[in-house]
């Protein structure tokens, strides 16, 4: 049998609940946004003792229940105990995280009407109130989508939490509609050790932003993992390093001064990859300009490719008509290449092939005389990174876009 109250504890100041044979009480962890430096919100985290003081790990008490309808009954209970005791101390506007069992609230279609009674009770704001929902746990996405737009018209946000595991799924992300995405602290910890798995996380909060959703970082324990996720373009991070749990929200900012130098090594590391970026491609320019001034001299693809070719970071060379079609063989370069694989060989044959898509070939083409160089994308031809050279020249009475590619593969 479940016996739960909630009440003052001894000091007055916090509230605690009984469950079983245990005490209760709430931890607050500050999710901070980059951009103001400050805690935007706190995630509501569940605490336990026993009668003799022993803590339990929440695992442990949350492995507890032994059915659904209990599983629903310790879920209340916890998101009772954090509305009530964040409700007493907050004075500004932030964000309440708390955690909502998805798949025991389906399992056990309870009335809708206990989080509206929880705020009413509390006096907390709806919009104030953030219900995270595990993304790996979801099986009834369409029941749950009811209870997502129940909690938008309540005034509530909602959150995802954990993605980038297990399941994870965008098209859950697209029906779902979540106000806020929180990744799964894996790929914070995979990012901050490969640079291939910043660029893919990179990539997935861009993503996540085009859906609409703003995202936390989670899990950021350490100084190079919040230098990556501000990389990355995350708009909150939360993390031991910039503030551990605690029963109090905190009365000033702590890791302001943190997130400064930050920023500001940010900017200094752009300033120093745009300056050496640009020298190595005022470098090639130099040699692409050389190369496309011998082959409107002699129009001999492999002549004039030898002045880029010098440098082993150039690959190949192609030209293209008008429309974009190619019109010889691809050359490759004659220095020494990691071996292509033969999975790729399909791709390898591009005489025939039209590149009017790229940006390479039709920003040429509206900027004629003009070099172009692309943003690093992966190459068909042998699946590594690299960036296009290319610039619309005129040769006879045709137009053509003489193109080369640089190596550009980055450091994994």
């Known amino acids: 049998m479940l016996h739960s109250v909630i009440n003052r504890s001894q000091n ?21 946004s980059v951009a103001l430096r400050r805690p935007i919100g706190y995630e509501g985290l569940i605490r336990a003792k026993s009668q003799t003081g022993a803590s339990i790990a929440p695992v ?34 932030e964000w309440l995280f708390v955690n909502l069992n998805a798949q025991t609230l389906i399992s056990e279609h309870p009335q809708t009407g206990f989080t509206h009674q929880l705020l009413e009770t509390s006096g907390l704001s709806p919009h104030r109130l953030v219900i995270e929902i595990l993304e790996n746990e979801i099986h009834d996405a369409e029941r749950l989508k009811r209870y997502i737009d129940y909690f938008h018209q309540l005034g509530c946000l909602v ?11 965008f098209d859950r992300i697209w029906r779902l509609e979540p106000d806020i995405v929180k990744l799964d602290r894996n790929l914070i910890r995979a990012a901050a050790q490969s640079q291939r798995a910043a660029s893919v996380l990179s990539g997935m909060i861009s993503l996540l932003h085009q859906t609409g959703s703003l995202v936390v970082v989670e899990g950021v324990e350490t ?10 373009n995350a708009d ?25 130098r930050l920023l500001l090594r940010q900017t200094d590391l752009r300033t120093q990859r745009s300056q050496g970026q640009a020298e190595k491609i005022r470098h090639f320019k130099t040699l692409f300009q050389r190369t496309l001034t011998d082959f409107i001299s002699h129009q001999n693809l492999s002549n004039s490719s030898a002045h880029i070719f010098s440098d082993p970071r150039a690959v190949r060379c192609f030209l293209l008509d008008e429309s974009g079609h190619q019109t ?28 009017s898509h790229r940006p390479y070939h039709y920003l040429a083409i509206e900027q004629p005389g003009v070099t172009i160089v692309s943003e690093p994308y992966l190459s068909v031809a042998e699946s590594r990174m690299c960036i296009t050279l290319s610039q619309a020249i005129k040769v006879g009475n045709n137009v053509k876009v003489y193109c080369c590619d640089l190596d550009w593969q980055q450091a994994s």
């Not at 939490?161 to 399941?167: P, R, W």
């Not at 100084?223 to 990355?232: D, L, R, V």
């Not at 290449?337 to 033969?342: A, G, I, K, S, W």
């Open 159 to 169: 959150a995802i939490d954990d993605f980038g595991t297990g399941h994870s799924n």
């Open 12 to 32: 007055d100041a916090d509230y605690t609940a009984r469950y079983l044979e245990y005490w209760l009480s709430s931890h607050f962890q500050p999710v901070y």
């Open 223 to 232: 100084e190079q993992e919040a230098t990556t996720a501000i990389a990355a």
């Open 328 to 355: 010889h063989s691809t050359l490759n370069a004659f220095h020494p290449r990691p071996q292509v694989e033969l999975r790729f060989a399909p791709l390898l044959c591009g005489d025939k092939g039209n590149w």
């Open 236 to 260: 909150m991070i939360q993390g031991y390093y910039l503030g551990r749990p605690g029963p109090s929200l905190l009365t000033e900012s702590t890791a302001c001064d943190k997130i400064d």
């Open 60 to 93: 442990e008490l949350l492995s507890m229940p032994r059915n659904s309808q209990q599983k629903l009954a310790l879920d209340q209970l916890c998101r009772t105990l954090h509305v009530q005791n964040f409700a007493s101390q907050s004075v500004n506007n």
